[in-house]
């Protein structure tokens, strides 16, 4: 999905039209892109504006910067831009006036920059293979290089790209083609080698580590190595919370470190080529990708907008060709530096995007019922929007009110919240009517007492007795109750099918009426804990059509490889005895759908152990039908079954086939037609 999303927010934002010129300083303008957010479902979704483009500064004062890599701003709006391109450090104003430079004839090859509020100033030069520091004045204060002590790695290089320091003066730092982690280095003795911090992980298969447990040295070291990734970018928040981002973690491309080193973020929803990381305002954070694109995650990783996008060449103000760190600004604006453009685009967050950031800063400080009245500014502007949603159901379920919080959270999909506010619910129901229930319960065990008991003396029940075993000696009934006994003895239920005709087509399609009837009502009224397609969305005809192919697929398939192989089922036989091995799913399906609608999800269990028991016995009920219909030994068995799937795979190739040249071909006749028509109009 994550690739998906991306794709598409490119495409539109590729094609976009607004086609604005930029001068030195760009005043505000209308968004030349689209700003996203993914909803409960996972899908991605156009939202309103969350960050206009509010200007651009292409110069520091008379001065032009070249390839700049890195910048970072400061609380009092102080910021320094480090100038690759001229080996130097630039310091201006948010209007992008100069203040000074510093850095000419020490840095060679700066890469990374961090400031201190103190206004000290860490450089990250991977040519000199060092870090500097600068004092608030611009002089250089001190060098630290390459940790000398083994546990570094005795020939592990020093080649600092990123840095970034925390109160106590701890730089961590990202060097290049080091994979053990940030370094970690304490400012004390010139410089002492703390360890390594937040390293990645490696990813390996089970099939991996078999394959390179067979191979030899020598053709293991043709494979690729499997080494951890290196960190791209890093930040800081105020509570010495580091963020890192990498390309190619997957959930692992953000991450939030905690002194440990233990990763306490999950973001479902990233870029695969992130280029930096800040942190903002409201316990949120933002991720911005080398083409452009800027994602924001509130504190639990969960994606709010995406917005932004590459400039085609157009020169649009919003747009970036080469994205290289992201810093916000303490009014929220959010500062881009592009390193191709040379310049700084800045955004500035829409009335809704306030909304949202104020009730996010209410909801973390507990204060639940005064973040209701920004969300509720949010929903009114786009009540689809789900993260507000959810918000708001996490909100009344803070202020225990149960059924809001319900409504809201499955508005969202948060299930979650609708799993603690239906425990709730559930329980405060229970405790008010389990006196009633006991009661009922026990009045109904004394008239089943007192029925039967009538019944011994006055036969009360013979009539109803007569009637249901009138029904039961009819011929359909027996062949629909023969499932009972089908899934019980399945090898003598088969032989009943195959030599006595317990059953017919009509009882069998009348079970797999049955089963479609409940695969239905499974798929779009079962609880919603558990429900895996989009509220309100219905597709039944091609439910049933795609059921009833699939029978008819296997069945056939089935039949045609045990002809060829000395099979002795008709394909009546084989028909039957498999609809009939789907009993389990006619008798335990109502059962689970009503116990979807009562569980929450400390208690799916339930659920999931009962679909897994009937899909096992389904799965036991079909290779017994296929062995005992056609009188195979296990072996072949376990033959047929593979030569049925491989035939299986076979037909969709060829259906896929057809269906391509079909298409085609139609193409070409609809072409004909148009060209007949167009020359007789003329």
Same mark, same amino acid.
């Given at each position: 999905?994550?690739?998906?999303?991306?794709?598409?927010?490119?495409?539109?934002?590729?094609?976009?039209?607004?086609?604005?010129?930029?001068?030195?300083?760009?005043?505000?303008?209308?968004?030349?892109?689209?700003?996203?957010?993914?909803?409960?479902?996972?899908?991605?979704?156009?939202?309103?504006?969350?960050?206009?483009?509010?200007?651009?500064?292409?110069?520091?004062? %008379?001065?032009? =910067?070249?390839?700049?890599?890195?910048?970072?701003?400061?609380?009092?709006?102080?910021?320094?831009?480090?100038?690759?391109?001229?080996?130097?450090?630039?310091?201006?104003?948010?209007?992008?006036?100069?203040?000074?430079?510093?850095?000419?004839?020490?840095?060679?090859?700066?890469?990374?920059?961090?400031? !201190?509020?103190?206004?000290?100033?860490?450089?990250? %030069?991977? %040519?000199?293979?060092?870090?500097?520091?600068?004092? &608030?004045?611009?002089?250089?204060?001190?060098?630290?290089?390459?940790?000398?002590?083994?546990? /570094?790695?005795?020939?592990?290089?020093?080649?600092?790209?990123?840095?970034?320091?925390?109160?106590?003066?701890?730089? /961590?730092?990202?060097?290049?083609?080091?994979? *053990?982690?940030?370094?970690?280095?304490?400012?004390?003795?010139?410089?002492?080698?703390?360890?390594?911090?937040?390293?990645?992980?490696?990813?390996?298969?089970?099939?991996?580590?078999?394959?390179?447990?067979?191979?030899?040295?020598? +053709?293991?070291?043709?494979?690729?190595? *499997?080494?951890?990734? !290196?960190?791209?970018?890093?930040?800081?928040?105020?509570?010495?919370?580091?963020?890192?981002?990498?390309?190619?973690?997957?959930?692992?491309?953000?991450?939030?470190?905690?002194?440990?080193?233990?990763?306490?973020?999950?973001?479902?929803?990233?870029?695969?080529?992130?280029?930096?990381?800040?942190?903002? *305002?409201?316990?949120?954070?933002?991720?911005?990708?080398?083409?452009?694109?800027?994602?924001?995650?509130?504190?639990?990783?969960?994606?709010?907008?995406?917005?932004?996008?590459?400039?085609?060449?157009?020169?649009?103000?919003?747009?970036?060709?080469?994205?290289?760190?992201?810093?916000?600004?303490?009014?929220?604006?959010?500062?881009?530096?592009?390193?191709?453009?040379?310049? #700084?685009?800045? /955004? &500035?967050?829409?009335?809704?995007?306030?909304?949202?950031?104020?009730?996010?800063?209410?909801?973390?400080?507990?204060?639940?019922?005064?973040?209701?009245?920004?969300? =509720?500014?949010?929903?009114?502007?786009?009540?689809?929007?789900?993260?507000?949603?959810?918000?708001?159901?996490?909100?009344?379920?803070? &202020?225990?009110?149960?059924?809001?919080?319900?409504?809201?959270?499955?508005?969202?999909? %948060?299930?979650?919240? /609708?799993?603690?506010?239906?425990?709730?619910?559930?329980?405060?129901?229970?405790?008010?009517?389990?006196?009633?229930?006991?009661?009922?319960?026990?009045?109904?065990?004394?008239?089943?007492?007192?029925?039967?008991?009538?019944?011994?003396?006055?036969?009360?029940?013979?009539?109803?007795?007569?009637?249901?075993?009138?029904?039961?000696?009819?011929?359909?009934?027996? &062949?629909?109750?023969?499932?009972?006994?089908?899934?019980?003895?399945?090898?003598?239920?088969?032989?009943?099918?195959?030599?006595?005709?317990?059953?017919?087509?009509?009882?069998?399609?009348?079970?797999?009426?049955?089963?479609?009837?409940?695969?239905?009502? *499974?798929?779009?009224?079962?609880?919603?804990?558990?429900?895996?397609?989009?509220?309100?969305?219905?597709?039944?005809?091609?439910?049933?059509?795609?059921?009833?192919?699939?029978?008819?697929?296997?069945?056939?398939?089935?039949?045609?490889?045990?002809?060829?192989?000395?099979?002795?089922?008709?394909?009546?036989?084989?028909?039957?005895?498999?609809?009939?091995?789907?009993?389990?799913?006619?008798?335990?399906?109502?059962?689970?759908?009503?116990?979807?609608?009562?569980?929450?999800?400390?208690? +799916?269990?339930?659920?999931?152990?009962?679909?897994?028991?009937?899909?096992?016995?389904?799965?036991?009920?079909?290779?017994?039908?296929?062995?005992?219909?056609?009188?195979?030994?296990?072996?072949?068995?376990?033959?047929?079954?593979?030569?049925?799937?491989?035939?299986?795979?076979?037909?969709?190739?060829?259906?896929?086939?057809?269906?391509?040249?079909?298409?085609?071909?139609?193409?070409?006749?609809?072409?004909?037609?148009?060209?007949?028509?167009?020359? #007789?109009?003329?």
């Amino acid at each position: 999905m994550k690739k998906k999303l991306i794709k598409v927010i490119a495409a539109i934002a590729a094609s976009a039209v607004i086609a604005i010129g930029i001068t030195e300083i760009t005043a505000k303008a209308d968004a030349p892109y689209k700003t996203y957010t993914v909803d409960g479902y996972g899908a991605a979704c156009e939202t309103q504006t969350a960050y206009l483009p509010y200007e651009t500064i292409t110069k520091i004062g %008379d001065e032009t =910067l070249n390839a700049p890599t890195d910048f970072t701003l400061l609380d009092d709006g102080t910021m320094y831009i480090l100038d690759s391109g001229n080996a130097r450090v630039v310091v201006s104003d948010l209007e992008g006036n100069l203040v000074r430079t510093f850095g000419e004839g020490i840095l060679v090859a700066p890469r990374g920059i961090y400031v !201190t509020k103190e206004h000290v100033t860490y450089v990250a %030069d991977r %040519d000199a293979k060092s870090i500097f520091v600068f004092d &608030e004045n611009g002089k250089l204060q001190n060098t630290y290089g390459r940790p000398d002590v083994p546990m /570094y790695g005795e020939t592990q290089d020093f080649l600092p790209l990123k840095i970034i320091v925390n109160e106590a003066g701890t730089m /961590y730092v990202i060097c290049e083609s080091n994979t *053990n982690g940030v370094v970690e280095i304490s400012p004390v003795e010139d410089g002492t080698f703390l360890g390594y911090f937040g390293t990645n992980m490696t990813n390996s298969s089970l099939i991996n580590i078999i394959w390179r447990a067979v191979l030899t040295d020598a +053709q293991r070291a043709k494979m690729r190595s *499997n080494i951890p990734s !290196t960190p791209d970018n890093m930040a800081i928040d105020d509570k010495g919370i580091i963020y890192t981002v990498t390309r190619g973690e997957g959930e692992g491309t953000v991450k939030r470190l905690n002194i440990a080193g233990v990763n306490m973020l999950k973001a479902s929803d990233y870029d695969t080529v992130p280029a930096a990381i800040a942190t903002g *305002n409201h316990d949120n954070c933002f991720v911005v990708s080398q083409q452009g694109f800027i994602y924001e995650y509130n504190n639990e990783g969960e994606l709010l907008f995406v917005f932004g996008g590459k400039d085609d060449g157009q020169l649009r103000i919003g747009l970036s060709t080469k994205a290289e760190a992201i810093q916000v600004g303490t009014d929220d604006k959010i500062y881009v530096l592009d390193s191709d453009k040379a310049q #700084i685009q800045i /955004y &500035e967050p829409t009335e809704f995007t306030n909304y949202l950031h104020n009730a996010l800063y209410l909801f973390s400080k507990g204060r639940y019922k005064e973040s209701k009245t920004p969300l =509720l500014e949010v929903l009114e502007m786009n009540n689809l929007f789900d993260y507000a949603n959810k918000a708001m159901g996490k909100a009344l379920y803070k &202020e225990e009110d149960y059924n809001g919080a319900l409504h809201y959270a499955k508005l969202s999909k %948060d299930l979650d919240t /609708y799993s603690d506010a239906f425990w709730e619910i559930r329980n405060n129901w229970l405790r008010k009517n389990l006196s009633a229930i006991v009661i009922i319960i026990i009045c109904l065990l004394i008239l089943k007492f007192l029925v039967k008991k009538l019944d011994e003396k006055k036969k009360i029940l013979d009539g109803p007795r007569k009637v249901i075993g009138r029904f039961k000696e009819k011929k359909l009934s027996k &062949e629909l109750g023969y499932m009972f006994y089908f899934i019980r003895h399945p090898i003598d239920g088969c032989y009943g099918i195959k030599w006595e005709n317990r059953v017919s087509v009509l009882s069998s399609n009348i079970i797999l009426l049955a089963v479609i009837v409940l695969y239905i009502i *499974n798929k779009y009224f079962c609880g919603f804990l558990f429900k895996t397609v989009r509220e309100g969305s219905f597709d039944v005809v091609s439910d049933i059509g795609m059921i009833i192919i699939a029978l008819l697929l296997v069945v056939g398939c089935n039949y045609l490889m045990c002809t060829i192989n000395d099979g002795e089922g008709r394909f009546k036989h084989i028909y039957c005895s498999f609809i009939y091995s789907f009993s389990p799913f006619v008798i335990i399906m109502p059962f689970i759908i009503l116990l979807s609608h009562v569980v929450t999800y400390n208690e +799916q269990f339930f659920v999931t152990f009962g679909r897994f028991c009937m899909i096992v016995w389904i799965a036991v009920l079909l290779v017994i039908s296929i062995r005992e219909i056609n009188q195979y030994t296990v072996g072949e068995t376990a033959k047929i079954i593979f030569l049925t799937v491989f035939t299986i795979l076979i037909v969709c190739l060829i259906a896929f086939i057809l269906y391509v040249l079909w298409a085609q071909v139609f193409d070409f006749l609809q072409s004909v037609v148009r060209e007949v028509v167009y020359k #007789i109009g003329s």
